[in-house]
């Protein structure tokens, strides 16, 4: 074989080699504005890391979990990181179902998560998920049309104000409604606002014995508040509307107010995609005198299902995903604002994130919700907008079919609140929490 000959074969045989050892990584997440931000930045991980290939797996909210649940359980295999949330990891995690992060190398900085978000994600003393952003929930207004109504949004509102300034905001004749709310039937959609807000209310998903409780009158009155409200002052079509269609409304001029998650803020305020960017007001979530704001806490966060045969990768693209140098990567390519929020003390120290309009508001809101006492009267379980017990997924589901039902006019108030009540007390039955 003359050099040349072996030099060409040689070379063949080097590329065949790196190729066999290049791994590809499925990576399941939710098809939101951030999530879709760092698919486009990924030149920069496979940059730094040319024998790792990303295969993207992007669903809407309600498919993610289903899909991401069912694989986890079955162990079927199909994705090697996984967005889930705050909800599923200290679940998932006890039942063995996640791979410990807690090896992440120093330079990630476990500690520099923010308190309220890392313990949502740690199951005895363990990292399971590491937050990609980490959002409460909040008002967001129209400064031109509250001032139209002669109106001015408290720091703290009430949810009477609120309905106040709803139906003086709404103009039906040229579609602008007062407020936009979730109405799309999920756990994750319509069930976690009306939680949030049924706390603020007094309202609470069992006693202290697991009994359900949607037979009791603060829920009678927050589901009818938010019916009369969305009948007065929504949009047309709510019971469809999740969190991307609120924001196309609200970002078309639509919408007076929008109270929904905090991670919203960095697209409303966004003038390459808001109509109504420069007119954007802030404020906490509402409350009922009660001493709980409506606002909930949650974290979109990448974690690995045990069983993979690619952890090492899968640890490499979540720490990249997740670290200071991304949200730094963010902000180079696209502003201190369209930085993913929520997850690091460090970006809240950060003078240069302390000019954004929001980012106090939401830091607050975060600080605001508390896991451990969601309720105003004592409850046995944990979580805000959820109750973390691996039979919460299915009854809420159906229950927010309920509550959608209810929207849409086709059940009243009180039949939904009974179908509910219902339903809850079966799966409880037959799970044994109550006889």
Known sequence: MTFMKWLVASTALAGMS????????????????????MQKLTDDFTAKNPDITLEWVTLEENVLRQRVTTDIATKGGQYDVMTIGTYEVPIWGKQGWLVSLDDLPASYDIDDLLPAIRSGLTVDGSLYAAPFYGESSMVMYRT???????LEMPEAPTWEFIGKAARAMTDKDNEIYGVCLRGKAGWGEN?????????????????MDWNPQFDSPAWKETLTFYLDLMKDAGPPGASSNGFNEN?????????????DATVAASFVTNPNDSTVADKVGFALAPDNGKGVRGNWLWAWSLAIPAGTQKEAAAKKFIEWATSKEYLELVASKEGWANV????????YENPEYAKV??????????????????????????GVQFVAIPEFQGIATAI??????ALAGTVSADQALQSAQALAERQMKKSGYIK
């Open 18 to 37: 790196l190729a066999a050892q290049a791994e590809t990584i499925t990576i399941a997440t939710v098809n939101n504005g951030d999530m879709i931000r």
């Open 144 to 150: 031109d049309l509250m001032e139209k109504a002669g």
């Open 357 to 382: 309009p929001f980012a106090k508001m939401t830091l607050d809101s975060i600080n605001s919700a508390d896991p451990s006492k969601p309720t105003v009267d004592p409850v046995p379980y944990v």
């Open 191 to 207: 069930v976690a606002f009306l939680t949030a807000t049924a706390n603020s209310f007094g309202a609470r998903w069992f006693d």
């Open 247 to 259: 924001l196309a409304l609200f970002q078309s001029g639509k919408c007076g107010m929008w109270i």
């Open 340 to 347: 993913p929020p929520g997850t690091r003390t460090s970006l």
């Open 400 to 405: 927010g079919q309920q509550f959608s039902a």
